[in-house]
């Protein structure tokens, strides 16, 4: 008998991972691509981009018109949290290196996620807070001094809000979820509005960037895999996992970052950075893990 017969959501926790490696990716490919760009547009056109794509994947699957009994509440939260998390995160990325500013954003949605549970009358399993408590252990080593990367306060404090503003978007999902919508549609609606409360933002930050052939390219990858692709894996994952599990899973963004910023960037965080990466990583293994079949 195959893991999945023991564990019959391995296959979504596999959506998630795969999510969450292409998340892991965003911050590298703003620091190749669109640089010289202000932070603000480059999450401005990442939404729009791929708001619009999600959109039309609805459109085309009949999936865009919202079924009856949908929360409100969580459709505007959804899109709030959307168009934070942009803001916030390209910002903190610029500020405090790719590593860190991702570490910082992802690796608070697990405590944030299980502190509203906890509010709502909400048990976290053990394991998930055995996993969330390394995953924490984790980033707290990736905030201490050493090595060449310094850690800029303002860059910190954004990329909680960053992790604010995803905690705020993966519960409304869950919620327009459970309340009977599908995952494209979710999708198409959090990034669909978001993109429209973005839009503003684009002739105030400026779209130069947009001109040169790599800044192009950077924008047509964050809108098409970083987001059309990626948040509609997340979705399939989202509808059967609890959102403990699922923003615990999604620390593998900042593991793949963490790798790209040193691999690829040259960030060199230093030796503490390496073991707290280690435990994120050790947290993220724990909760992804199967769980062994109980006996007869």
């Known amino acids: 008998m195959s893991a999945a017969d023991h564990d019959p959501h391995a296959r979504a926790r596999g959506f998630v991972l795969a999510a969450a490696v292409l998340f892991g990716t965003t911050g590298t490919a703003q620091a190749l691509g669109a640089d010289d760009a202000s932070p603000l547009s480059v999450g401005a056109v990442r939404v729009v981009i791929g708001g619009a794509l999600l959109v039309l994947i609805a459109h085309r699957l009949g999936e865009l018109r919202a079924p009856s009994g949908l929360p409100r509440r969580a459709i505007v939260l959804g899109a709030l949290g959307v168009a934070g998390y942009q803001l916030c995160f390209f910002a903190a990325v610029k500020l405090t290196g790719v590593a860190i500013g991702t570490l910082v954003a ?34 707290a080593l990736l905030l201490l001094p050493g090595g060449d990367v310094e850690v800029d306060t303002g860059g910190v404090l954004l990329a909680l809000g960053a992790g604010a503003s995803y905690t705020a978007y993966t519960l409304s999902s869950k919620a327009l979820l459970d309340a009977g919508d599908t995952p494209a549609g979710a999708m198409a609606r959090a990034f669909g509005f978001g993109g429209l409360l973005l839009l503003p933002v684009l002739p105030i930050a400026g779209m130069s960037w947009l001109a040169d052939p790599g800044g192009l390219a950077t924008a047509l990858y964050l809108g098409i895999v970083t987001t059309a692709i990626a948040y509609t894996l997340f979705a399939r994952g989202l509808r059967e996992l609890a959102p403990t599990t699922v923003v615990t899973l999604v620390l593998a963004e900042p593991v793949t970052a963490t790798a790209l910023g040193v691999l690829v960037l040259g960030e060199r965080p230093g030796i503490t950075a390496a073991i707290g990466a280690l435990l994120v990583l050790a947290g993220l293994l724990l909760l992804a893990l199967p769980r062994p079949a109980r006996a007869a």
């Open 106 to 139: 992802i690796g608070s949605g697990p405590p944030l996620t299980g502190a509203v549970g906890l509010l709502r009358g909400q048990r976290p399993e053990r394991r998930w807070a055995a996993a969330t408590a390394l995953a924490i252990a984790g980033c």
